[in-house]
């Protein structure tokens, strides 16, 4: 399964003004090829204590949502 890099940055370009309210950013690592999205969280994000449930609820869920091929979206450091 091929998922489009360009439709994630698209996707990651309309998250990216929430996260960057919070001070912080994020950056699209790779795509695999059983469609999981790797991502780093940046800034404020990298250590915020919310991180996980910003990842799930918020990068990941607009993601699937908009890429339905996507399985899961990953934070790497």
């Keep these: 399964m091929k998922i489009n890099k360009n ?3 698209q996707v990651l ?3 990216r003004p929430f996260l960057q309210e ?3 950013d994020i950056e699209l690592v790779n795509i695999t090829e059983n469609g999981i999205v790797e991502v780093k969280l940046l800034g404020t994000c990298a250590y915020c204590p919310m991180s996980n449930m910003t990842l ?3 990068v990941e869920r607009e993601l699937m949502n908009k890429i339905p091929e996507i399985r899961r979206v ?3 450091n």
Excluded: T, Y
């Design 7 to 9: 439709k994630v940055l």
């Design 13 to 15: 370009e309309s998250i």
């Design 22 to 24: 919070d001070n912080g």
């Design 56 to 58: 799930r609820a918020g």
């Design 74 to 76: 990953e934070s790497v």
